[in-house]
């Protein structure tokens, strides 16, 4: 059985990104002291992975205003990303740092790591500014995610975080009524 890593630190690691036309170096420290979504997928030059990609490059300057970094991840090299970002419309209007595992370190510190293909799931992780890990959520490959609900989870995590005492209840949108639990709620909702 797995233990959820919820509420866990990410774990230490260091890596390469291509990110903005650079090779840049990546670690856990980049994630500390802001938002940061960790965006696993399976392999560069395939078909549900650009597309997921590109969904998360149009949500990318609202995630940037709401104070939210994206990294994404493959066990791909930090080359085949930017071959990738050359070669591919969709991901060339990529502008988070696309980091590279070709180890399979960081995909297997996020438990994603299918051993016998050497390829992550399509794994998702939100991260406070303390390095904990608020939102997990993990896809077969066949599934691709939704960037627009990823928005709003992430706007509830915050919204809990900033709101001792209070709970998003589902389908919860920033403005909406929250709950806080207490006696009184016990069999009224």
Request: charged share 20%.
């Amino acid at each position: 059985m797995n233990q959820s890593i919820i509420n866990t630190e990410i774990k230490p690691f260091s890596a390469t990104a291509f990110h903005k036309g650079e090779f840049v170096p990546v670690t856990e420290q980049d994630m500390l002291g802001k938002w940061s979504v960790v965006f696993f997928y399976p392999a560069d030059f395939t078909f549900v992975c650009p597309t997921e990609l590109g969904d998360m490059a149009d949500h990318y300057e609202k995630l940037q205003a709401m104070g939210v970094e994206v990294y994404s991840v493959s066990t791909d090299t930090h080359f085949t990303h930017k071959a990738w970002h050359d070669a591919s419309d969709t991901i060339n209007k990529i502008q988070y740092p696309m980091i590279g595992d070709p180890t399979g370190a960081i995909t297997r510190n996020f438990g994603v790591m299918i051993e016998e293909d050497g390829l992550a799931l399509r794994g998702t992780f939100v991260i406070n500014p303390e390095g904990q890990i608020k939102v997990s959520e993990v896809h077969d490959l066949g599934i691709g995610r939704s960037a627009a609900e990823l928005v709003r989870k992430i706007q509830a995590a915050q919204y809990v975080a900033t709101h001792d005492g209070e709970v998003c209840p589902a389908a919860w949108q920033p403005g909406a009524e929250t709950l806080a639990p207490s006696l009184d709620l016990v069999g009224k909702i």
